[in-house]
T-cell receptor, first 116, second 111 residues
């Protein structure tokens, strides 16, 4: 596709359930990033991938959060045993490569997660 | 993030007026990105600045990075309702990779 796509666009779940969020980056982009945007915390980095490897997971808030990327393309962010504080908009971005600072990150529309 | 401060937090201007949004870093940047976000949507890339003293323009929006590469300003000339939204600056401190974002500036333009 032309841009970064994310699914679902909205997800409502009950506390304690697991959720999976999907990101489909721009074709040919080797770097993929997950961010979280919430009212109190602004836009925060979670994890990035270069290819299928995740060299920087420093932003994942707890071990309930995990992410994987397969085939150097689609990525899935999984949140286990969701808590109300996990409610936020989860944004995915991709760029051509990680190692060059001139590579702009292009963002998807986000997944709005609501934990009841 | 305390590393990157945006001001003002919100701004209401009359259509046709000029405005400036500032983004100040506590340390030297490798790159500074400006994005715009409308409610419920993702971030739209506006401009990226890398070199001290650099200035870029797109339509009625101009962004500058100061010589010391620690502050950037975004200037909108003759604002229009279509400029309304949240403007976010993002800092690259690692010469590539994750961005650290400011808290955003919410802009409203009154017709």
């Amino acid at each position: 596709g032309a841009g970064v796509s994310q699914s679902p666009s909205n997800k409502v779940t009950e506390k304690g359930k697991d959720v999976e969020l999907r990101c489909d980056p721009i074709s040919g982009h080797t770097a993929l990033y997950w961010y979280r945007q919430s009212l109190g915390q602004g836009l925060e980095f979670l994890i990035y991938f270069q290819g299928n490897s995740a060299p920087d997971k420093s932003g994942l808030p707890s071990d309930r959060f995990s992410a994987e990327r397969t085939g150097g393309s689609v990525s899935t962010l999984t949140i286990q045993r969701t808590q109300q504080e996990d409610s936020a908009v989860y944004l995915c971005a991709s760029s051509l490569a990680y190692t060059r600072s001139t590579d702009t990150q292009y963002f998807g529309p986000g997944t709005r997660l609501t934990v009841l | 993030s305390q590393e990157l401060e945006q001001s003002p937090q919100s701004l209401i201007v009359q259509e046709g007026k000029n405005l400036t949004i500032n983004c100040t870093s506590s340390k030297t940047l490798y790159g500074l990105y400006w994005y715009k976000q409308k409610y419920g949507e993702g971030l739209i890339f506006l401009m990226m600045l890398q070199k001290g003293g650099e200035e870029k323009s797109h339509e009625k929006i101009t962004a500058k990075l100061d010589e010391k590469k620690q502050q950037s300003s975004l200037h909108i000339t003759a604002s229009q309702p279509s400029h309304a939204g949240i403007y976010l600056c993002g800092a690259d401190y690692n010469q590539g990779g994750k961005l650290i974002f400011g808290q955003g500036t919410e802009l409203s333009v009154k017709p």
